[in-house]
Nanobody, 116 residues
Framework: QVQVVESGGGLVQPGVSLRLPCVAL??????MGWFRQAPGRQREFLSR??????QTYADSVKGRFNISRDSNNMMELKMNNLKPEDTADYYC?????????????WGQGTQVTVSS
């Protein structure tokens, strides 16, 4: 069975940094990425990274967030200079190279609250 788990969220002050790790187990994964969903809003794409390390960022987080990945299905989103508008539930997504689920596999989410 495939399992995707995020962690690292919490309540933080504006301007600080957070690291959100994600581990994806049970398959071989190609693209992995991050999404977020704020209360009452639609899910928003943030970033993705290929198995070869090619990174893509949404304009809203480009220059502040950094996505990285190791060789053991471990991915991390480094979020810098956090702002109140970054408050959301953050979700990890992983695409299996076996294509058993076209939309990928999702983690349970980790909540990030940025408030003074």
């Amino acid at each position: 069975q495939v399992q995707v788990v995020e962690s690292g969220g919490g309540l933080v002050q504006p301007g600080v940094s957070l690291r959100l790790p994600c581990v994806a187990l049970g398959s071989i994964f190609g693209i992995m990425g991050w999404f977020r969903q704020a209360p009452g809003r639609q899910r928003e794409f943030l970033s993705r990274i290929t198995a070869g390390g090619t990174q893509t960022y949404a304009d809203s987080v480009k220059g502040r967030f950094n996505i990285s990945r190791d060789s053991n299905n471990m991915m991390e989103l480094k979020m810098n200079n956090l702002k109140p508008e970054d408050t959301a539930d953050y979700y990890c997504n992983a695409l299996s190279v076996k294509r058993v689920r076209s939309g990928g596999f999702w983690g349970q989410g980790t909540q990030v609250t940025v408030s003074s």
